[in-house]
């Protein structure tokens, strides 16, 4: 996923820099070119030998050190960087950037580059309150530094309070958005829908559906990645939220209807991936319903169709919707296109194996408007997201 990215890594001395030592491990993984810079308290840590083991590069850490090529050190580096993360970032290293100093290789490397930076802070809870630091955060937040935030917890020294590293994954989350994927999406706003609905029958029961919501967050996950600006209206899914984009929690149809009108004009790309429970109780019971001597009967009664209303009002936005079928796969997906007015569908075949709920893979075919079909081959979610996000851009510019 990195592969051809130059992600520089600079390690300050706080004793979060053992767990540097996994985010690059994560990120070669990910073929990124990895390059460390230690300051000299990191190297009282941790030593550059464990970095220059995982990176597969020789580290940095003085500016006055014999340099191993031509170049000049700080500069190249500054130069070739499609990446800096600063983690842990301690107080010290916020401040020197905010405040223009370049004292060290990590401080003077980061003033030259052009790069994104993203800053992953770690360090005492009442240090990290001072106001003087939060003071620098924000004048670089304002500035276009992409800020980590620590997390709550118990820290080293034995507070409790704000300053523990962010979760890794978390922090490779962060850099894959910022450098994974060119920018295509930039400026353009993606509304996602995702997982089921539930809905209720009393306080206590609902009618749901097997939907994991994975095929609608690899959507909205893989947008952000592009640059979109992104809006995930989820149902009620085991899935992780979303950082650094718009999450809206709906349980019902009714809720996911109301949240996606209300935020579907704003909207370039409509992709509707929730799997909408068609009916709901007729009368959902104020209290628990109970058991009775003979059979139950539960009237339903239509949801609207999401989708159906949305082709109704777009204008030169573009519409996706999905298609899940366990027969006739590609004639109930064609009625649907036309039917729902829309642009694409993604029309999935529940009784494949490698498709459908849960599973972490897909085989899709899309149908697009002109009626042309195209067979994908079994693919991740995330590749999947990948191919209908480049149909949605190509039918987007062709609306321009
Ligand atoms: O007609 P069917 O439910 O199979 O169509 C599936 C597509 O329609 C999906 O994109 C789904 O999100 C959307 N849908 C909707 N509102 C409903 C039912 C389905 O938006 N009530």
Redesign the pocket.
């Known amino acids: 996923m990195l592969k051809g990215k130059t992600i520089v890594v600079g390690v300050c001395g706080g004793i979060a820099a053992y767990k540097s030592a996994d985010i690059i491990s994560k990120l070669k993984k990910l073929n990124a070119e990895l390059h460390v810079i230690m300051t000299r308290s990191a190297r009282e840590f941790i030593s550059p030998l464990t970095f220059q083991s995982l990176s597969q590069n020789y580290v940095i850490y003085d500016m006055f050190q014999e340099p191993r090529s031509w170049e000049i050190e700080h500069i190249s580096l500054a130069q070739k960087a499609d990446l800096f993360i600063v983690v842990p970032a301690t107080a010290n290293m916020i401040g020197k950037i905010a405040n223009g100093i370049a004292d060290d290789m990590l401080s003077t490397t980061i003033m030259a580059t052009k790069s994104p930076v993203i800053i992953a802070p770690a360090m005492n809870c009442d240090m990290f309150e001072n106001i003087i630091v939060q003071k620098n955060i924000q004048r670089l937040q304002a500035l276009g530094y992409i800020f980590v935030e620590p997390q709550v917890g118990r820290l080293a020294c034995g507070d409790i309070g704000q300053g523990k590293l962010a979760d890794v994954d978390d922090i490779i989350e962060i850099i894959k958005q910022t450098v994974a994927f060119d920018k295509d999406l930039k400026d353009l706003n993606v509304l996602v ?1 995702a997982g089921p609905t539930r809905e209720a029958i009393d306080p206590v029961r609902f009618i749901t559906n097997h939907s994991s919501g994975k095929m609608g967050y690899s959507i909205a996950k893989v947008a952000k990645y592009r640059g979109a600006k992104v809006t995930l209206v989820s149902g009620p899914t085991n899935l992780k939220p979303i950082k650094g984009i718009q999450m809206i929690d709906v349980n019902s ?1 009714l809720e996911m209807y109301e949240a996606v009108m209300a935020h579907f004009e704003e909207a370039d790309i409509i992709i ?7 009916y709901r109780p007729l009368k959902s019971e104020k209290h628990k319903i109970k058991k009775q001597q003979n059979d139950l009967e539960i009237q339903l009664t239509k ?6 209303e ?1 082709g109704k009002k777009v204008t030169n936005q573009v519409l996706i ?4 079928e366990t027969q006739l796969l590609k004639e ?1 997906a064609k009625e ?1 296109l036309i039917k ?1 007015n829309l642009d694409l569908i993604v029309a999935n075949n529940l009784s494949e194996k490698g498709a459908g709920f849960a599973v972490d893979t897909n085989i899709a075919t899309l149908i697009n408007k002109n009626g042309d079909i195209e067979n994908m081959p079994i693919m991740t979610k995330d590749e999947l997201a990948y191919v209908i996000l480049d149909k949605a851009l190509a039918i987007h510019k062709k609306k321009h």
């Open positions: 829908t149809a509707k991936a929730a799997a909408v429970s068609d949801n609207p169709d999401i989708l159906m949305l919707g999905f298609s899940m109930y649907k729902k």
